[in-house]
């Protein structure tokens, strides 16, 4: 994906923000499951990982370009 990204922005800066965002995410995912499990329970992982999959759908609804 980061390939197809590449090829698609000559400039090659949404390429680069791309990877760096998968690796930011890729470092703070664990520490964040790591702090919730500890100060709450595995429960509330998945309470947050849902939460999480909600705000990213209503933003996508939200920014998505209309029909026409």
Sequence with gaps: MIGAGAAMDAGGRAATLAA???SLTFALGPACGGYIAT???YGAIGWFSFTLCLLAALAFVLVRPADG
């Design 20 to 22: 760096g965002t998968i």
């Design 39 to 41: 100060w709450f329970s």
